[in-house]
């Protein structure tokens, strides 16, 4: 009897939390469905920003999964943009656990993870920050208007501890889900009133188009990733070149994000290679080179 009322509790329980979802702007925009959302870890996190945000004062519109084309016939994605009165937020979502080190300028960053008896496992990714760049160098491009003010947000989850990030241009911010309300508060506090409600308005229609793109066109978007990405990790690390054509690196088995590997045994022992995210329940592996 207990049983079947803990059951019809949660069903329940799922159902309102389902509707509520559903009248939100984020599944207005992305029609990305409720459960979906709770079993993938970046649209999570992408959603996460939103209801973060969704109490913040002043006029403001939303877009998510912003797909900007680049003079290359490529594009890049945006997770989150924010049209606010005092400016244009560009948020990339990083819902990663562990601990997180890096700095401004370094090509890639460490996450660390606690690996059975006191070990740990150390995967390298993409320094979010150069990744964030790259977004709003194309995004700055595609709307013509060097008076419009931008700025960088790179949000991790609240299951990651940012251990040692060093900032040095003081252009970014680095924080964790729970200090992004706040964080936006004080830089509103500090730059007041930018944008008028008929101007965020009119990017908002410039812009939406480019949430509302073809399937095909998103896995094109990740192919060109890919193909990218293993171009640069043909060269030792050292002397690959930065750009930003690197913006995301999803596993093609779950839709969950790769990261860089080393193996630690076996014949390619020292080699690295993309392994997803996800892991253990997916086990996706791509290989990158035979560099060491």
Known sequence: MWIFLVIVLLSLLYIIQKKQYEKTEYYQQTKNPYRSVQFNKGRLGEFYIYKYLKSLAGYKRYLFNLYIPKNNGETTELDVVLLHESGIYVFESKNYSGWIFGTESQQYWTQTLPVGRGGSQ????????????????????????????????????????????????????????????????????????????????????????????????????????????????????????????????????????????????????????LGCSNYPKCRYIQNLSDEK
């Open 122 to 273: 150390k995967n390298q990714f993409y320094n979010p920050i150069l990744q964030n760049k790259g977004h709003l160098k194309w995004i700055q491009i595609f709307l013509e208007d060097q008076t419009l003010p931008f700025y960088s947000y790179i949000v991790f989850s609240d299951r990651c501890t940012l251990k040692n990030i060093t900032l040095t241009s003081a252009k970014h911010y680095v924080i964790n889900r729970y200090n992004l309300l706040s964080a936006v508060q004080q830089n509103i506090a500090k730059t007041g009133i930018q944008l008028s409600p008929e101007k965020i308005d009119n990017l908002f229609e410039k812009l939406y188009p480019f949430t509302q793109i073809e399937e095909a066109e998103k896995m094109a978007h990740i192919t060109n990733i890919q193909q990218n990405t293993q171009r640069s990790f043909s060269q030792p690390i050292s002397n690959t070149k930065v750009t930003s054509n690197i913006e995301r690196i999803i596993c093609p088995r779950c839709g969950e994000k790769l990261v860089v590997r080393i193996a630690r045994k076996g014949e390619h022992q020292g080699k690295k290679f």
